[in-house]
Nanobody, 121 residues
Framework: QVQLVESGGGLVQSGGSLRLSCAGS????????MSWYRQAPGRERELVAG????????NYADSVKGRFTISRDNTKNTVYLQMNSLKPEDTAVYYC??????????????WGKGTLVTVSS
């Protein structure tokens, strides 16, 4: 079974940094597109950053460009989100997402349970 587990969330002051990790099991990350999403209270879940299989292409939400960096280590089945210069508006539950076809299935999304990031002012 596919399982994605996020870690690294917590409480940080405005301007601080956190590094989120997403570890996968039951799946090979090298065949999946990985992304980070976040959802704040009363807000829709939004795409924060995405990275293709090889890591050769990344994309970011305008709100985090220049501050966040997504990366992946396929040998460790792990994707990371380095978050710098954090702002209170970054406060949200951050979710790891994988997209692709596993064992011949129709391409679909797989989600972690989320990790809470709280940025205080």
């Amino acid at each position: 079974q596919v399982q994605l587990v996020e870690s690294g969330g917590g409480l940080v002051q405005s301007g601080g940094s956190l590094r989120l990790s997403c570890a996968g099991s039951g799946v090979t990350f090298s065949s999946l597109r990985m992304s980070w999403y976040r959802q704040a209270p009363g807000r829709e879940r939004e795409l924060v950053a995405g990275i293709l299989v090889t890591g050769g292409y990344t994309n970011y939400a305008d709100s985090v460009k220049g501050r966040f960096t997504i990366s992946r280590d396929n040998t460790k089945n792990t994707v990371y989100l380095q978050m710098n210069s954090l702002k209170p508006e970054d406060t949200a539950v951050y979710y790891c997402n994988a997209f692709g076809s596993i064992l011949g299935t129709h391409p679909m999304d797989y989600w972690g349970k989320g990790t809470l990031v709280t940025v205080s002012s």
